[in-house]
C-alpha cells in the first residue's frame, strides 16, 4: 500500500458477459441473432468465447429451406467493411482493417465474432461449420493458412477496437445506477484520442499508456476521499 491505498488487479469476465465486449461488438457491427458459441482454449471451455449472427442484410425468403438459396440478401465483404467503419467511428474509433478474403465476390450472411486477440486457428477450427467471415483482432499467420482452407474471409479491427464499446457500455451502466454511480471511473488505454473516450463513456478520469505506477497512485488518491 501507499499512503493508505491498496491495488487488487483482477481479470472480469466482461468479454464473455451478457452485454459484454463480444456482445457490443457484434451489435455495433449491425449483427442480428446474435448468439453464443462455446471456444475450447488452452483445456479450457470458454461459453459465449464467441459469438455468431446474420448480417442484417439477412431475409429468408422460403424459411422451409436449408441452403444459401433461401436468402435473397447477402452483403460483399466490400459493404460489409464500410459499415463496420461507419459503425466503429461512431465510438470514436478509427480502425486500421486488415482482412483476408480467399474470394471477394462472394456473398456472405453468417458472420462469427470475438474481442481481443481472437484469430487463432484453434477457434476457426471449432466455428468454421457455422460462419463465413470471422472479426477480431489480432490475426496471426497460421490462421489465415486454417482459413485459407476453410474458406473463411478474417477481418482484423484491431485489439482495443472489439473491446472498447462494450467497456463504455459498462462504464454507463455503472453510471446509471444508483447502487454504483458514486465509484469513480478511470480508463486505461493506449488509445490515441482517451480523453474523448473517457468522456464519452461517462468516466471520471483516464490514463494513458504507458504510464508509471506512480500515475496509478496519484490518480487513486485523486478520486478517492476517506
Not at 58 to 87: G, H, M, Q, V, W
Not at 115 to 133: H, M, N, P, T, Y
Not at 204 to 216: G, I
Request: a negative charge; one cysteine or more.
Amino acid at each position: 500500500s501507499k499512503n493508505g491505498l491498496y491495488c487488487m488487479v483482477t481479470h472480469l469476465r466482461q468479454d464473455t458477459a451478457a452485454e459484454g465486449n463480444i456482445q457490443t461488438f457484434a451489435e455495433i457491427i449491425g449483427l442480428v441473432g446474435i448468439r453464443p458459441f462455446t471456444i475450447k482454449y488452452k483445456g479450457m471451455v470458454v461459453p459465449g468465447g464467441a459469438a455468431i449472427g446474420e448480417f442484417s442484410y439477412f431475409n429468408p425468403r422460403n424459411s422451409e429451406a436449408d441452403n444459401d438459396d433461401c436468402f435473397r440478401n447477402y452483403s460483399t465483404i466490400n459493404e460489409f467493411l464500410k459499415d463496420i467503419e461507419i459503425s466503429l467511428y461512431k465510438f470514436g474509433l478509427k480502425p486500421k482493417i486488415k482482412i483476408f478474403c480467399p474470394d471477394e465476390s462472394k456473398k456472405f450472411y453468417l458472420v462469427g465474432v470475438s474481442s481481443g486477440a481472437a484469430i487463432k486457428s484453434e477457434f476457426l477450427e471449432q466455428i468454421a461449420g457455422s460462419i463465413q467471415v470471422y472479426v477480431a483482432a489480432e490475426m496471426e499467420q497460421s490462421a489465415i493458412m486454417t482459413a485459407q482452407e476453410l474458406g473463411i474471409t478474417l477481418i482484423d479491427v484491431g485489439h482495443y477496437e472489439t473491446e472498447l464499446p462494450g467497456m463504455q457500455r459498462l462504464a454507463k451502466k455503472l453510471k446509471a445506477d444508483e447502487r454504483t454511480k458514486h465509484i469513480p471511473i478511470v480508463i486505461l488505454t493506449a488509445y490515441p484520442n482517451a480523453d474523448e473516450l473517457a468522456k464519452e463513456a461517462g468516466a471520471d478520469d483516464y490514463l494513458s499508456k504507458p504510464f508509471e505506477l506512480a500515475d496509478l497512485w496519484n490518480m487513486a488518491a485523486k478520486h478517492t476521499q476517506f
